[in-house]
């Protein structure tokens, strides 16, 4: 991951400032199951969920999500390029949560992009 994101970001003339990897998380069968459904019916209500002590099997587990924390800094349309670039690659990548700051005082329009994705990983991978 940390190899594309940097040739990704080389290649649009962005810098990666921060990159951390955060614990992975399991995904059950049933959760990701239910999570299709969802999205098949579209329902609006929101269901609060209850959180589970128990530990889940391991092949009770279909996948991992894995919550890598950024930051990167460069322009616009340098970081809507490299966003592009990775839509298009093999990896499941999910943008979670990103915020763009513009840099003041900075007449090249400089950007500073902090932000959350996440990787998807399956079972037999761990």
């Known amino acids: 991951l940390y190899q594309t994101l ?3 970001a080389g290649m649009n003339n962005l810098v990666i400032t921060k990159i951390e990897k955060q614990t992975p998380k399991e995904v059950s069968k049933a959760e990701a199951l239910e999570a299709s459904s969802k999205k098949k019916k579209k329902k609006k209500k929101k269901k609060k969920k209850k959180k589970s002590t128990k530990k889940k099997s ?17 322009n616009f349309l340098g970081y809507i390029k ?6 298009l690659s093999q990896k499941m990548l ?4 990103e915020t763009i700051k513009v840099v003041k005082g900075n007449t090249t329009g400089a950007i500073k992009v ?3 994705l996440t990787i998807v990983g399956l079972a037999d991978e761990f």
């Not at 009770?60 to 924390?69: E, G, L, M």
């Open 6 to 8: 940097s040739e990704h």
């Open 94 to 97: 999910n943008f979670d949560k």
């Open 114 to 116: 902090n932000g959350i």
């Open 58 to 74: 391991a092949s009770n587990v279909a996948y991992y999500t894995i919550p890598v924390d950024f930051e990167i800094t460069g």
């Open 82 to 87: 490299f966003k592009r670039a990775l839509s």
